[in-house]
């Protein structure tokens, strides 16, 4: 059993910030990728960060220059420091990853969700 688990979420004012993390933890081999995923109401699901195996990153455009992706592999854990947050950053916030179990499988877990609100 893998799990993903998110915190760090909460209600900010409009050029404050926020640091989400997502630990995971269980039978895991190795971590070959690991992302942030932002959900609005009424609107889909949106690749806001990754972290891919090999140090590459990516950013949506809309984030570029005010949020950063960061990994502690000791800790088997990401994190995503917001800066400068906009009422449009407001979703709830989804931790991904592709992980390779002990059992040698390969698949995708997804975190819980943690809510950012930012009020202006």
């Known amino acids: 059993q893998v799990q993903l688990v998110e915190s760090g979420g909460g209600l900010v004012q409009a050029g404050g910030s926020l640091r989400l993390s997502c630990a995971a933890s269980?039978?895991?081999?190795?971590?070959?990728?690991m992302r942030w995923f932002r959900q609005a109401p009424g609107k889909q699901r949106e690749l806001v960060a990754a972290m891919i195996s090999g140090g590459r990153i990516n950013y949506r455009d809309s984030v570029k220059g005010r949020f950063t992706i960061s990994r502690d592999n000791a800790k088997n854990t990401v994190y995503l420091q917001m800066n400068s947050l906009k009422p449009e950053d407001t979703a709830v916030y989804y931790c991904n990853a592709d992980i390779e179990t002990l059992g040698n499988m390969n698949r995708g877990y997804w975190g819980q969700g943690t809510q950012v609100t930012v009020s202006s």
């Open positions: 269980g039978s895991i081999f190795s971590i070959n990728a």
